[in-house]
């Protein structure tokens, strides 16, 4: 995920800058506010801008425990979301420098 700079981010794994904005850290809440969901530190946690809205928009979401699962189970096949790193630009982006 990256915070401040899509464009190191995007240069750093060969991927487009259309690709990369899919990983910008943002907060997720466990329980959505649409749902009772408390915007305090034990609701949110850091999750890409994919992952964020994806959960949610899913007709019936998993609940944290079931999701926290989920991604681990992912994250041990090494499989989280590497479908959008896999398509390769054709084009490098600007190699940034680091600050």
Known sequence: ???NN???YASLHGISLARAKHFRCTGE???AHSEGGAASNGNIVAAC???NQGRHKRKNPPCPAEYANLVQKRLERGAWNSHLLKWRHH???AQVKAN
């Open 29 to 31: 809440h466990l329980v």
């Open 91 to 93: 084009q490098p982006v």
């Open 6 to 8: 899509m464009e190191q």
């Open 49 to 51: 801008l994919f992952c």
């Open 1 to 3: 995920m990256w915070q």
